[in-house]
């Protein structure tokens, strides 16, 4: 009888729960407009999509940054009151796929109170992931265990990798930015799905969140730092002979510094031994909380500028190192690009960053299209030949026809190697390049073939205008 009372008890208590934290998760509908950035004036038609959100201290809604990229308006509902209040975003964290909303009608936060966030759940654990999957009016919850802690790459940036927890909680589209509940507390923020996996998606745990929300209290979003190195494993018994390096098992050895990073702490050869108060296996691996996941989540819990202390072992010896971290940014254009592109017109010739993005609009295909000259210099030239590389390498990206550009053979798609003799190294380039010049024609030179194409001066000059007039270009630049 009293197991009996006790079950019931325990089932009114997790319904009670339940409810307290249903009435803070909230609805998100969002109208958008995400740029082209073949034609980097415009913009694709506009388009909705649905997510949910939940109410943290501070009066701010949680959510993922992925559900108001491109926001041209944002309504948030909340349970029971059918009315849709205006929100805006207070900050938003692309590589880690978060944003804090804020409603200005205080109304909305009448009868809800702040969720709570809590510590990494432990594999096995159950979960309770809520939200309105489906853009359904009516909340959802998931039950689920917690089934892997790992590094994940997050689909929103598409080049930087934090931990991620994989549960077989069904997370849909539509559950983006729900809380995932455990005792009561926030463990986890919904964001992504597996591809060709059933019954299984991540979430954000609460490690990124609480980075993410001491990050933003000066005002400013900074993003998580890396250390700038590329590591080996020192599994291999003369690999370890050669450094010098015990015999036990331990340690990765640092084989590239990523050039514009911290260079005078560390060295090639150096060997990581311990990163904070993690040891560091042989295949650059840590144990964190019981899980085995790469050191990166040892860097990654710092704050851009701080000193990460660092074991390492160099010419058979351990050295006590403070290693400062930051925020790199020569990569940047190799992942998803979340600001408005950048681009300059002048005689018909639209020039604009190359970047992931700008190459994704020639099609699903592009990777197999693209030439490898143009995918060596977005991926590879940064750490392959350093010295030569440009910091924004610059694409013609079409050439809008006009009897100035009537002769023109190339019609798009190439990289600018110079123009009028000047190396082309970012979009200011080109523009000084035009500007500065006063011969009477302006050649243009092209990578990797060196093509050259001319334009005339002082026909381009009076025909920009009109040219900009004919195809709808509100200017012939963003900067």
């Given at each position: ?439 009477k024609e302006h050649i243009i030179e092209f990578s990797p073939m060196n093509h050259l194409e001319g334009l005339d001066r002082e026909l381009a000059d009076e025909a920009n205008k009109a040219i900009l007039r004919q195809f709808n270009i509100p200017s012939d630049r963003r900067l």
């Open positions: 009888m009293k197991a009996l009372i006790y079950s019931l008890l325990a089932s009114v208590l997790v319904t009670a729960a339940r409810a307290d934290t249903e009435q803070s998760v909230i609805q998100i509908s969002v109208a958008a407009q995400i740029p082209r950035f073949d034609e980097p004036w415009k913009f694709h038609r506009l388009t909705g999509w649905s997510g949910t959100g939940f109410l943290i201290k501070g009066k701010k809604i949680m959510t993922n940054a992925h559900v108001v990229n491109w926001a041209r308006q944002i309504l948030v509902k909340k349970p029971g009151d059918p009315r849709p209040y205006l929100a805006a975003v207070a900050y938003i964290g692309e590589d880690c796929d978060l944003a804090l909303l804020e409603v200005a009608d205080p109304n909305f936060y009448v009868g809800m109170e702040p969720l709570e966030i809590g510590e990494l759940p432990a594999v096995r654990s159950e979960v309770v992931t809520y939200g309105y999957p489906a853009g359904g009016e009516q909340i959802s919850y998931t039950r689920g265990v917690v089934s892997r802690i790992e590094l994940q790459p997050y689909v929103n940036i598409g080049n930087r990798s934090l931990l991620a927890v994989q549960t077989d909680a069904a997370i849909n589209p539509g559950n983006s930015g729900g809380p995932v509940i455990q005792n009561g507390k926030v463990v986890g923020v919904a964001f992504q799905g597996q591809p060709g996996l059933e019954n299984a998606g991540f979430f954000i745990p609460p490690n990124v969140m609480k980075h993410f929300l001491k990050d933003v209290e000066d005002g400013n979003y900074d993003g998580f730092p890396q250390a700038g190195v590329k590591l080996t494993d020192t599994f291999n018994p003369a690999l370890r002979r050669y450094l010098k390096l015990p015999n036990e098992d331990g340690g990765v050895r640092i084989d590239f510094i990523v050039p514009d990073s911290t260079k005078e702490v560390l060295k090639v050869d150096d060997v990581v031994l311990q990163v904070g108060e993690y040891p560091v296996f042989s295949d650059g691996t840590i144990l964190y909380r019981g899980n085995i996941v790469n050191m990166g989540m040892a860097i990654s819990e710092y704050q851009q500028g701080e000193k990460v202390p660092l074991k390492i072992w160099r010419d058979g010896e351990a050295l006590d190192v403070e290693l400062p971290v930051f925020v790199l940014e020569d990569d940047k254009a190799t992942g998803n690009q979340h600001e408005l592109p950048r681009y300059f017109v002048y005689g018909g010739l639209v020039f604009t960053p190359l970047s992931r993005d700008y190459l994704s609009s020639m099609g699903r295909s592009w990777m197999s299209n693209v030439n490898q000259d143009i995918l060596y210099e977005l991926y590879y030239r940064r750490d392959m030949d350093p010295e030569t590389k440009r910091s924004e390498p610059i694409m013609l990206a079409n050439v809008l026809t006009h009897p100035v550009n009537v002769n023109f053979e190339v019609k798009g798609q190439v990289m600018v190697d110079k123009i009028n003799g000047v190396r082309i190294d970012n979009l200011e380039d080109v523009i000084r390049a035009f500007e500065s010049d006063d011969a």
